[in-house]
Structures are given as C-alpha cells and as structure tokens.
C-alpha cells in the first residue's frame, strides 16, 4: 500500500495566493514531516507533527494532522515564486523513524 | 554547524563500472539513513545504521548495493556493478537520538547517479 499520498500532485498559483496541499497515509504513525525540494537540489525540512499534535506553524508555513481522518495538510500563505518546488510528505511509526515518502506535490508560483 | 554532507554530487558512469557514494552525517548524529528516488518513483528508504551497525537494510534493491559505517562517522554506499535502473538521486540523512529532539532527520543535497 502506498503510504503518504500527496495531492494535488502539481499545483500553480499566483505570487500571494495561499497554496494547499494535502496528505494521507494508511497506517499509524508516530511523527509527520514536511520536506522540500528545490529542483535539483536536496530535501529541506520544512515542519514535524506529532500524532498527539493538530495543529503546527512556523513562519508562514501551517501544519494540521488528522489522525481519524489519516490525513495532513501544508498551507503556505502569501507565496512567493522563492516557493516553486517539490512538498513532499514523510510519515515513520517505528522506533528507527524510517520515513516513507508520497510522491510529492510540484508547486509553482507565478510571480 | 555544517548539515549532511555528500560526495560526489553528481556522477555519470557507464553500465557495469562501480560507484561509490559518500555521506558525512551532522556531527554527533548517531542514525545515519540512505534514500533514493529513480525517475518518476518516490523516494524509498534503503537502509539505516545506528553508529556502525545496521539497523534495518529492508530496503537494499539487491546486493550489487553495499553500505558501510566504519567507524560510525561517514558512510559509504558502493553500487558495483552498475545497472542503468539504478539512476536516481541518492540521498543520505542523519538523526540524532536524544530525548525530546523532535526526531528531525537531516537530509543532505543528493547524489545524483547517471548510469550509461
């Protein structure tokens, strides 16, 4: 089964806008992580959730987690074209925090 | 404080030569992890050392791939012989086991492997 499912997986918007982007999963986690992928370059970490956490933010970035729901989602607000990039969505639910990886959302700011 | 570091950055090789990839994990961190993506796939774990030792190495493709952690500090991932299929991006991360951390986990700027 596929775990950490990102949709939409492309999305493009005007600078300014708010972007969304969404994530599920199929089993229990312990932790929930964002990263982000410039093209060509590594993986930044953006934000983590705890299963026992709903809701995170940092900067203008915002995190909620849905554990009924097994879902989780990404809200850049304000976007810049500095934003254009690959989100992607890490689940891990055992003592050695192996991730597992959706196949990532390609965001592009228009600016 | 430097993050993970990997070497080399980008690599071409031909079908049936052998590379090897370097990981320089954030000093200190004792879990040392390697990922990679191939064309069009996502980004599937490989293996993950606690220190030296490996941990889980589920995720090896087959055992022209080999790991090593000698010393616990860097880490090695050898692909001998090489097979077009194993073009992707390599990347390594590292973790820090210490109580309320937050169980980030680091990842560095990728290998990228052309297999020819």
């Known amino acids: 089964s596929q775990q950490g499912e990102e949709d939409p997986q492309a999305l493009s918007i005007q600078e300014g806008e708010n972007a969304t982007m969404n994530c599920s999963y199929k089993t229990s986690i312990n932790n929930l992580q964002w990263y982000r992928q410039n093209s060509g370059r590594g993986l930044v970490h953006l934000i983590l959730i705890r299963s026992n956490e709903r809701e995170k933010h940092s900067g203008r970035l915002r995190v909620t987690l849905d554990t009924s729901k097994k879902s989780s989602s990404l809200l850049i607000t304000a976007s810049r074209a500095a934003d254009t990039a690959s989100y992607f969505c890490?689940?891990?639910?055992?003592?050695?925090?192996?991730?597992?990886f959706g196949k990532g959302t390609l965001l592009t700011v228009n600016p | 404080e430097a993050g993970v570091t990997q070497f080399p950055s980008h690599s071409v090789i031909e079908k049936g030569q052998t590379v090897t990839l370097r990981c320089d994990p954030i000093?200190?961190?004792?879990?040392l992890y390697w990922y990679r993506r191939v064309m069009g796939k996502e980004i599937k774990f490989l293996l993950h050392f606690v220190k030296e030792s490996k941990q889980d190495e589920s995720g090896m493709p087959n055992n022209r791939f080999l790991a090593e952690r000698t010393g616990g500090t860097y880490s090695t991932l050898k692909v001998q012989p090489a097979e077009l299929e194993d073009s992707g991006v390599y990347f390594c991360?590292?973790?820090?086991?210490?109580?309320?951390?937050?169980?980030?986990?680091?990842f560095g700027e990728g290998s990228w492997l052309t297999v020819v």
């Open positions: 000093s200190g961190h004792d879990n």
């Open positions: 890490a689940t891990d639910k055992g003592s050695n925090y192996k991730l597992t």
């Open positions: 991360a590292s973790r820090l086991t210490e109580a309320g951390s937050g169980n980030t986990i680091y």
